[in-house]
């Protein structure tokens, strides 16, 4: 167990755009156990690699209190379907909840810890999770898209 520091926004390393995994081996897997750790002990819904410092295209995601973690490395949205306007929050932005505007069903392409290919579908909450998680790789914040009143 390794929990990694989350880099709070202000930090520069947020704003980067992250490079695609092209190397499947020991250190991914390290990366991707160390968010795990990290993401449940923060208690959030998804984390991606640039708020451990890691410029690299992963994240990790749970749904049900980290007992299910879903891990993507290079993902890319394939679909994406209907919208929805919802509160969102992140780790590297504390006490902060603003409305986003998502696509409602987002399908997404990505590859697993052993570069095997994977296909994520998923809707409403998980699927803003996923495209805030994307945003993270391409240094967009929530906040950059936040529907203010
Ligand atoms: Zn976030």
Do not use: W
């Amino acid at each position: 167990m390794a929990r990694r520091n989350i880099y709070q926004v202000g930090d520069d390393t947020l704003r980067q755009i992250s490079k695609p995994v092209t190397e499947f081996d020991d250190k991914l897997a390290q990366l991707l156990d160390d968010m795990r750790d990290t993401l449940i002990y923060a208690d959030g819904a998804g984390l991606a690699a640039p708020q451990v410092g890691v410029l690299k295209r992963v994240f990790v995601a749970t749904f049900d209190g980290g007992n299910t973690i879903i891990e993507a490395v290079n993902p890319k949205i394939v679909m994406q379907k209907g919208r929805r306007v919802a509160a969102e929050g992140c780790l590297s932005i504390p006490r902060i909840h603003e409305k986003v505007e998502r696509p409602r069903h987002v399908v997404v392409e990505a590859f697993d810890r052993y570069g095997n290919p994977i296909v994520l579908k998923a809707s409403n909450f998980e699927a803003s999770c996923y495209c805030h998680e994307i945003d993270h790789l391409d240094g967009i914040l929530f906040t950059d898209k936040s529907i203010k009143k």
